[in-house]
């Protein structure tokens, strides 16, 4: 398959994920259905008070998406200390190998800045995105670098941040999130992987979503109602997408978070929002059910 077939496929893939969720939409939004001893969805910027049923506590619906509490929003602090990690490895001046190895064992500096360099590497490598965690500085591996690699690493670099993600690293999770499907693309592209091994890789995708957003990463939950709203991890959710957005906008008060949430609100007919409301609702009752013990993440 010639590479502008892949390049093709690619694109298609990352416009997915589009840019124009998060412009601004200046639809005024619809009136919420009402319903007794529910709490309904909001509009931006709003809050609710009014307590969940108890039938809704006692009834958790498969594919249920409750965000647990963000702690905050992305930013230098955060981010800056995962770019201290990766420097900290880099400093070593480790073989190719040695850092690959590394990776394997758990090591989130190893895993990330291998990441990084190893972009030139293969033509699923070259797409990879890595821009909340990059180091302008940072070399490449050379041709020579890149053919000491092992095959499995340069056909799913996804293999180099999971053992860093399974070890618990939230900054390998949010990678995973945003890069899977655009190596699951890659690999459909070029007829590398089946049917199976695609799906495979956008649960992947998903499931370290899903904990990076439970521990408390606000650009993990973002990306996650992203991608239930384009359908990337198979199937469009936009109720997903919407009770996700909102939650983040109870926690996060701001302009880009109102923003998104009155685009999706604008997506949302009656029956939808009927649906969001008894989401939110499930996951509020659970939420005050697990208040006394240690918060157990609501996506398992």
């Known amino acids: 398959?010639?590479?502008?077939?892949?390049?093709?496929?690619?694109?298609?893939?990352?416009?997915?994920?589009?840019?124009?969720?998060?412009?601004?939409?200046?639809?005024?939004?619809?009136?919420?259905p009402a319903r007794s001893n529910t709490a309904a969805p909001a509009a931006a910027g709003t809050t609710t008070g009014r307590a969940p049923s108890a039938l809704a506590a006692s009834q958790p619906?498969?594919?249920?998406?409750?965000?647990?509490?963000?702690?905050?929003?992305?930013?230098?602090?955060?981010?800056?200390?995962?770019?201290?990690?990766?420097?900290?490895?880099l400093a070593r001046n480790m073989d190719v190998l040695a850092l690959a190895g590394l990776s394997q064992r758990g090591d989130e500096g190893a895993a990330l800045a291998l990441f990084q360099q190893v972009r030139p590497c293969s033509n699923t490598t070259r797409y990879l995105d890595s821009m909340e965690f990059s180091i302008d500085d940072v070399s490449f591996i050379g041709a020579a670098g890149c053919r000491r690699l092992p095959a499995g690493l340069l056909a799913n670099p996804i293999n180099i941040l999971i053992p860093a993600a399974d070890a618990g690293s939230t900054a390998a999770k949010l990678l995973v999130l945003k890069n899977a499907p655009t190596v699951a693309a890659v690999q459909q592209a070029v007829g590398a992987a089946s049917a199976r091994d695609i799906a495979a890789l956008l649960a992947t995708a998903e499931r370290y979503g899903k904990d990076a957003a439970s521990a408390g990463s606000a650009s993990a939950a973002a990306w996650l109602a992203?991608?239930?709203?384009?359908?990337?991890?198979?199937?469009?959710?936009?109720?997903?997408?919407?009770?996700?957005?909102?939650?983040?906008?109870?926690?996060?008060q701001g302009e880009e978070n109102r923003s998104r949430l009155r685009y999706l609100y604008g997506r949302m007919s009656g029956t939808d929002l009927t649906g969001v409301r008894s989401m939110l609702d499930r996951c509020r009752a659970r939420k005050e059910a697990e208040a006394s013990s240690v918060l157990i993440s609501p996506f398992r």
């Open 1 to 32: 398959m010639s590479g502008t077939t892949v390049t093709a496929a690619i694109l298609g893939a990352v416009a997915l994920i589009s840019a124009s969720f998060w412009m601004a939409h200046d639809k005024p939004a619809a009136p919420v």
């Open 61 to 89: 619906v498969t594919g249920d998406v409750c965000l647990p509490p963000l702690r905050e929003a992305p930013g230098p602090s955060r981010d800056e200390q995962v770019r201290t990690t990766i420097r900290t490895v």
């Open 226 to 252: 992203q991608a239930y709203l384009t359908g990337t991890f198979g199937s469009k959710r936009e109720q997903a997408a919407y009770a996700i957005t909102y939650e983040m906008n109870q926690a996060l």
